[in-house]
């Protein structure tokens, strides 16, 4: 690693500083500069070259497991782990995924507000004094389905409820 430093900076700095700073000797890094790269580093680079090009053709929006699916899927074999390290090393990141929520309430209209008759008072002294609606939608394999239902304050059951309507899921493009 003080190596890498040390030919990192050698076009800054003289190599003999950049040694006797590090702690290496000047012999010690000649040395390491002219070895050849170890079978592993060669297999590295091979590897994150297709790493790279796996990232790019998913739009960038492929993690470690999913790219590492994708290189088993096209026949090439490396651990997860090892494909997660070389992701990360070299600041090879995947999207993360995008917060879905559902926008209800538009509040910049110029329509009329109910006046707010509970003032926060959030009990009731007896049972139907008092009635709370909530609307809710739910993901199906069929598409969204809204629901609104009634709750009585006092005991805190729904009283009523029904299904709106039923939103068709999104059609692939073709």
């Known amino acids: 690693m003080k190596c890498r430093v040390v030919e990192d900076g050698r076009n ?9 700073g590090l702690g290496v000797s000047t012999a010690g890094d000649y040395a390491w500069r002219s070895r050849p790269q170890s079978k592993r580093a060669v297999e590295d680079r ?13 739009g960038g929006r492929y993690g470690s497991p999913r790219v590492h699916a994708a ?43 109910a006046p707010n008759r509970l003032n926060r008072q959030f009990t009731a002294a007896a049972p139907h004094q ?20 009634i709750i009585d304050l006092h005991t805190r059951k729904i009283v009523g409820w029904a299904r709106l309507a039923k939103v068709p899921a999104a059609k692939p493009l073709e």
Not at 13 to 19: A, D, G
Not at 99 to 112: E, K, L, M, V
């Open 130 to 149: 008092v009635w709370l609606a909530d609307l809710t939608y739910i993901a199906t394999g069929e598409g969204w389905l809204d629901m609104a239902a």
């Open 46 to 58: 091979a590897l994150l070259d297709d790493i790279r090009q796996t990232h790019a053709n998913s």
């Open 12 to 20: 800054a700095w003289p190599v003999q500083q950049l040694c006797r």
């Open 71 to 113: 290189l088993r899927a096209h026949g090439r074999k490396a651990g997860r782990g090892r494909v997660e390290h070389l992701m990360r090393r070299h600041g090879v990141r995947g999207l993360g995924a995008q917060r879905r929520r559902g926008q209800t309430t538009d509040s910049r209209h110029a329509f009329p507000v």
